[in-house]
């Protein structure tokens, strides 16, 4: 079975045991269709194998075939992980090449085609945490208030106001807030919200969001029934990621915001400044919809920056003061 580009590709050029490239081709086809993976997914797992193997067709000489993969020894895999890291490439993508390599292997076991323990006593590359990129309270507002003037049909208008708002008031992702249908508008006091994994989670509702949904409704020209979309562009079709992430680029750009100013980061903000308001880790990690507390911990660390920058902008000796 022939697995779609580029796994396909990589098994007419590299120096395969034709057994190899079919179990390469139907793996592909199996993160396809059972998976369900994206194309952008699929495209990165078939670049992380081909390099692993193009590495291991010179390390150990091919073709490569079953029987070469479950001979491999744990230093034949680190010196693959020794080489990327010799080429500068980064440990971020050199953990997700390496858990791409672990699927792989795990589905060669499951198929009863290749046995090899050696790569499971490999450890990931550590990966630097990354700090949240929050706006300040300004910002956020900011750019809430920029939307309303930044296009020329009020009612597109008031749609990019509503959405933001819902970013920023209730801490949605953006794929959160643009997957809601009519019938799940956002009112009252609280609202159910299904995130990652099909948990929901319950998030409660400022005014401000309930009302600038409303008025977005008010004035939107397109009938939509309960199983329509909620926010809908111009032609009435689901309104997509990427064309809120080209808003945000083109107020970020009016209002001379940083180039961290995204949708996702209004939910940062949302989190962020909940925290520096008084609001518990617990509480925040509800109301974001993490599945672990060590997730919603990273808000510490911003917060903590905050601090710091207040510190330095105020403190008498910070000032140079005496």
Request: charged letters at 25%; aromatic letters at 6%.
């Given at each position: ?32 269709q059972e998976r369900r993976l994206s194309d952008h997914t699929l495209a990165a797992y078939g670049r992380d194998l ?17 029987a070469t993969l479950a001979r491999l020894r744990t230093a034949d895999f680190r010196a693959w992980l020794a080489a ?125 969001v309930v009302d600038a949904i409303a008025d977005y409704l008010d004035a939107c020209p397109h009938a939509l029934g ?97």
């Amino acid at each position: 079975m022939a697995g779609p580009a580029p796994i396909q590709e990589l098994t007419a050029r590299l120096a395969l045991e034709p057994k190899l490239a079919s179990a390469i081709g139907a793996w592909g086809a199996w993160l396809g269709q059972e998976r369900r993976l994206s194309d952008h997914t699929l495209a990165a797992y078939g670049r992380d194998l081909a390099d692993f193997l193009e590495f291991i067709t010179v390390h150990v000489g091919g073709p490569l075939g079953f029987a070469t993969l479950a001979r491999l020894r744990t230093a034949d895999f680190r010196a693959w992980l020794a080489a990327r890291a010799k080429r500068g490439l980064k440990r971020s993508s050199t953990a997700r090449a390496l858990s791409t390599l672990r699927g792989f292997f795990r589905w060669l076991e499951k198929e009863d085609l290749v046995h090899n323990p050696a790569l499971s006593t490999l450890r990931t590359p550590k990966v630097p945490r990354a700090v949240p990129k929050a706006l300040s309270e300004s910002e956020a507002l900011a750019a809430i208030d920029a939307a309303a003037d930044a296009s020329k049909a009020p009612w597109i208008a008031r749609r990019d106001t509503a959405i933001l708002t819902l970013l920023y008031g209730a801490g949605l992702r953006i794929g959160e807030a643009l997957g809601l249908n009519r019938r799940e508008t956002p009112t009252g006091v609280s609202f159910r919200v299904t995130g990652k994994g099909g948990k929901e989670r319950l998030v409660p509702l400022l005014p401000v969001v309930v009302d600038a949904i409303a008025d977005y409704l008010d004035a939107c020209p397109h009938a939509l029934g309960p199983d329509d979309p909620l926010f809908v562009g111009a032609r009435g079709k689901r309104l997509q990621a990427g064309q809120v992430q080209a808003m945000v680029r083109d107020l970020r750009r009016r209002l001379g915001l940083p180039e961290t100013a995204t949708p996702h980061a209004l939910r940062h903000s949302f989190a962020t400044h909940l925290l520096a308001g008084g609001g518990d880790l617990r509480s925040i990690q509800e109301l974001l919809g993490h599945a672990s507390l060590t997730t919603t911990q990273r808000y510490t660390a911003v917060d903590t920056a905050r601090l710091a920058e207040v510190y330095r902008a105020a403190h008498p000796r910070a000032r140079g003061g005496g």
